[in-house]
């Protein structure tokens, strides 16, 4: 058997063949292919961008505060007079069973000193006619 | 040196990119698609690594340092996307990179940018037995007939590895081609 010797033999090829005209089409190809540098061109909406998110920031703090004041700010405590159009109207206590849930300190604590002199009280029975009615009932 | 510095700056200044663009293109080309080939051997498939590697090399041009050549910054580019063009394709087919290669081998006959006869062909399926590594090398400094400095840069690696593995590469194929 004859040992191959590479060196021995004519140089191998690698028999690789292209199309024709095949060069010449990848430059003209290739020049198509890489983008050509530019100015970058700054619109003037970017330009502003910072003071464009600055006022929409604002607008949105702007229109929160209503709802911060609505749902955040809202007391949990029932207003005074919520509670007494409750009591009169909606619910079944009646005065007696009111008076029955005081104790002596808080009838003290609400009585209010009239403080009328004996002079007023005195010409009001004389001016009123009907308190003679009255009495009698 | 010099020379090459301002052909980069060429490249690099928009006025006169285009120029230096088409000037690289007409310079390297033919080689790198040569090199290309040898790896990839199939005519299509070296078209499209090509313009991979050219688009590679105009977008990184800016991040080139000027640390090795020019012409052997490309050729890393080139190698680089045709080995990755492989085991990509190796991938989708679903088979493995000598299969792939094997095949492709097989197809040269009909292939019609394929000029060669029963020789070649053996020769290529030699080289498909070898590593990896010494098939690069043996592709550049046989076909391509680049110098051993010049694949050293390359690829990375001493002139005495790459004369020791183009050594052992030729008599494994010469072996191969014995025997078969």
Redesign the interface.
Known sequence: MKTFKLDNEPKIKPGFVVPENYFENFSAKMMKQIPVEEPKVISILQRRKKWIYAAAAIFIFALSIPIYNNYFLRSTEIEDLTLENYITYQSNLSSVDLTNLLDREDIKSISIDLNIDDKSIENELILNKNLEQYLLN | MQEEKEFIQELLN?KT??QA??KL??EY??PL??HI??IV?N?DDA?DV??NT??KV?QYLNNFKGESKLFSWMYRIATNEALTFLSQKSKKNRISSETLQNKTIDN?KADE?????E??IK??KAILLLPKKQQLVFKMK??EELKYEEISEILGTTVGALKASYHHA?KK??AF???N
């Not at chain 2, 940018?113 to 006869?117: E, I, L, T």
């Open positions: 928009p990119q285009n663009f088409e293109l007409k080309q033919k698609y040569n080939r040898n051997l005519h078209d090509l313009q050219f688009v105009f040269l940018y394929f000029d060669g006869n020789i070649q020769l290529q046989y076909f030729v194929i010469e081609v014995t025997t």
